[in-house]
């Protein structure tokens, strides 16, 4: 058991609204204890228009980090001194770090998925063909990061005008990421749902699969042997796609990891520890190993 806070304690939290579902405070929290650290997480109900007040406050406060959920992604990015690379290319910051009086935004969502795909597929996106289905919140995200990193990324969307925008922010991050490391430049193009049958990397990025009777967000016909096919919901654990994956001789991975990563990424940036992520997980009832 860890004591009660006291005086010296250091706080941390997650602003949204709603926000008392958040498994932000169980994840974090358990990092904490299991590292002896005497730091708390609670979860702060913000309402829509006041989260830049909320992250203003975090100097005045002491508070030494903030996780930004819905809807205060955008009003928190404003609110910032300065932004990553990341969060400034999106427009939403879903974590703020405190450097003295300087609040800085973050987006840890794309640094998720690439520690979820490295550390438990093994594979490293750099001149691999992606398929993102989705261009809302979570695939620009993933679309950024993996164009980022030296991967070509065809986006598959239901309205061609947003997979248009979420295209053109990957074709920024793979050009403003050019000539970095020598790897190879990442792009991100619009394409249909037959890319997936040439991807080394498909991820689901829309919600069909939460519920049951969703319809599949493509023929699973379409997914073959030795691709990674990806489903960023992580409850259920198993959605209709991963199964039709599995079936077809792909290797799954589900939301979890980047669930687990992301959080885990602004655990580092606040304290300077590597996050203890299977703690986190137990915690939150997961299993990492998907
Ligand atoms: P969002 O901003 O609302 O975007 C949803 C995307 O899915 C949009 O591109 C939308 O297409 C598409 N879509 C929605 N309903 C559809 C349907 N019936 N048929 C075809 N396309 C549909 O949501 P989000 O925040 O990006 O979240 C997307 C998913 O990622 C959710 O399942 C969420 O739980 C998951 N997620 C997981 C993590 C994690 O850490 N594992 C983190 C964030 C999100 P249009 O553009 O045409 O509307």
Redesign the pocket.
Known sequence: MRPPPSGETRVAGVIGDPVRHSLSPALHNAAFAELRLDWTYVAFEVPVGRGGEAVAAMAVLGIEGLSVT?PHKRDAAEACDELSPAAALLGAVNCVRRDGDRIIGENT?GA?LLRSLRIQAGVDPAGLHAVV????????AVIVALAAEGASVTVV???PE??ERAAALGASAGAAAAGASGAPVGTATVGGPRAVRDADVVVN??????TRG??L?IDPALVRDGQIVVD???RPERTPLLEAAAQAGATTLN??G??LY?AAEQFSMWTGHDAPVDAMAAAVGLDIAG
């Not at 289905?133 to 620009?140: Q, T, W």
């Not at 990025?205 to 939460?210: E, H, K, Q, V």
């Open positions: 819905m969502d998720g289905l989705g261009a809302g919140g979570a695939a620009r969307n239901r309205s947003a997979a990025a829309t919600p069909l699969g939460m969703d319809p967000p960023l919901i992580y939301g979890t980047m669930l992301q």
